[in-house]
Nanobody, 120 residues
């Protein structure tokens, strides 16, 4: 099982980006999926999460600007980022709790990270 993130890039302040993260491999089931970010010189922080039932939660710093969603048929989670600010610059990591098809327990998986740079 692996997570593959994509969609990062350079965007001007006030702009938008959409991140995607697809889970692949021998998957039994997927529980919560989410996004974290790590800015230069700072600790990784939680950004947003969505449960298998569709309940969504956001960090206060991104609430009303970012929207998380998931496509269960595609095993993919998205992060729509609007009204981007320079302080949103970071490497964004997707995260998911997945039960591999051959196992009974959930495991925590991380994607490789995708860089988002907000700058004029």
């Amino acid at each position: 099982v692996q997570l593959q993130a994509s969609g990062g890039g350079l965007v001007q302040p006030g702009g938008s980006l959409r991140l995607s993260c697809a889970a692949s491999g021998s998957i039994g089931s997927i529980n919560a999926m989410g996004w974290y970010r790590q800015a230069p010189g700072k600790q990784r922080e939680w950004v947003a999460a969505v449960t298998s039932g569709g309940t969504k939660n956001y960090a206060d710093s991104v609430k009303d600007r970012f929207t998380i969603s998931r496509d269960n048929a595609k095993n993919t989670v998205y992060l729509q980022m609007n009204s981007l600010k320079p302080e949103d610059t970071a490497v964004y990591y997707c995260n998911a709790f997945i039960r591999p098809a051959t196992e009974l327990m959930l495991r925590n998986y991380w994607g490789q990270g995708t860089l988002v740079t907000v700058s004029s």
